[in-house]
Each structure stands twice: as C-alpha cells, then as structure tokens.
C-alpha cells in the first residue's frame, strides 16, 4: 500500500482506471437492470416490486462497504500515517452517503406496497438511516478541518468509532426481529432467493461498485488537485 | 398504485444518485485539475 504513498505514482494508476471502471461499471449495469426488469419473472408474492431488489442490496452493500473503507482509512492514516489515507477518506464519504441514503430511499419505495408503510422505526431501518447521519458528520468533520489545514486526525477517530455501527446493522434483523426481512444471502448459507430471480444480482452489485470505485477515485484526483494548487498558491505568495 | 409505479420510481431515484454522483466528481476533478495546471503555467 505504501508503494502508492506517491501522489504521481498514484495518480498514474488512478487514470487509466477510472475510464475501465466507468466502462466496465456502466456494461454491468445495463445488463443486469435489463435482466432485472425485463428477463427475470415477477414474485410469486412480491409481484414486479420485488425488481427493486437489484437496486435497493447493492445501494445498502455500497453504504456499508463505504463506512468500512473509512475505517479502514482511517487505520492507515493514524497508525502508519499513510499519504493518502485522508483522501480516500474524504473521497468515500460522499459517495457513501449517496448509496446510504439511495438505499433508505428504495426500501421506503419498496416497503409501501410490500409493508404498507414507507416508515417503521425498525432496527434495520433505523441504523441505516444512523449511518447516513454518521456519513454527513464525517463530511462536515473532515471539510472542516482540511479548510484549517489540519491532518485529519479528528476524522480519523470518528470514521473508527462510527464503525460500531456497521454489526449493529448487519446484525439488527437477527437482534429485533421487527419489520426488516432477515438475511436473505450469505455466503455460507447460499441464498434463499429463487435462481430465476438471484442472478441479475451479482452483475448489478459488481457494476454499482465498479462506479462507485470510478467515482471515489475522480474524487481523490480532484482533493490531490486541489492541495497541489493550494501548495503553489503558498509558495508563490512567500516568494 | 400499480406496482410498476413502485419499481419506475426506485430506478429512477437510482439513475438520478448515481448519474448526479458520477458528473459532480467529473466535474469537481476536472475543475480541480484545471485549476492547477494553470496556476502551474502562471510566470
């Protein structure tokens, strides 16, 4: 990891693989909502609502995964100082609210017909909706203090301790047994969902991520763009 | 409502975050970039 301590060695990978995420992304996408909303039959108690599935699993996939990269971030930039760890911090926070909160969007669309409400104060539900909070407080933390030139550190220490939240999460429909369906995949288990219906899934989750890598990378040039022109802008003033 | 409403409103709220997400970082990059190449370029 540390081998892309270098902002230019960085920058020279990140490039390339920006444009073959969007691509690749993008190709994935297309074919599975395709599959999705035109191949796949409808539930046979769900009915059509159960295609927002291919949506709603990888936004909630996304918000969760976005939160773990920030931990992990955040290890790298507290305890071996990594360059380039607060970058990637910042850069994950706002794509990582975005599916948080695309997520909670989706299940309040799906729960109306499925539950007859768009809201119930339900373990799953609620520790989303705390993860997007944690997501906007990391972003206003953060932007904070880069404007006052700090390292980061505060930020840092909050993305950590905000990763409690991701067991409660995962965990909450096993611990409250409310309105949140239980766990339909895992990887030990298999799946409960029928095949028929389970296999524009993964080209859907593969292409969310591939965009949301494509765009935490173009967020990253745009904060090492923006500190090297902050830099000059220093330097020039001091001479 | 019928169901499709329901399933048209979910991908289009998808469409929406994920097409806003990707054009508000190419383009906060490529005004970061530019920006900097041309303080870089200034005598």
Known sequence: ??????????????????????????????????????????????????????????????????????????????????????????????AGATFAALCLATGSIWGRPTWGTWWEWDGRLTSMLILLFLYLGYIALASAERERGGEGRMAALFGLVGAVNLPIIHYSVLWWRTLHQGQSISITQGSTIAPELLWPLPLTMVGF??????????????????????????????? | MNQWTFVTAAYGLAAIATLGLIAWAYLSMRKAEADAEAVKRRP
């Open chain 1, 1 to 94: 990891m540390h081998g892309y301590a270098n902002p230019a060695r960085f920058l020279k990978l990140a490039r390339p693989a920006t444009a073959w995420l969007l691509g690749i992304g993008a190709l994935l996408l297309l074919a599975g909502i395709y599959g999705g909303l035109a191949v796949t039959p409808p539930d046979y108690l769900q009915g059509e609502t159960v295609r927002i599935l291919y949506i709603h699993v990888p936004a909630a996939w996304l918000g969760m995964a976005g939160w773990a990269s920030i931990a992990a971030a955040s290890i790298s930039q507290l305890v071996w100082r990594h360059p380039l760890a607060a970058v990637a911090g910042r850069a994950v926070a706002p």
């Open chain 1, 209 to 239: 991520t591939a965009i949301f890598a494509a765009a935490v990378l173009m967020l990253m040039r745009a904060d090492l763009a923006r500190t090297k022109l902050e830099a000059r802008l220093r330097r020039s003033v001091a001479e």
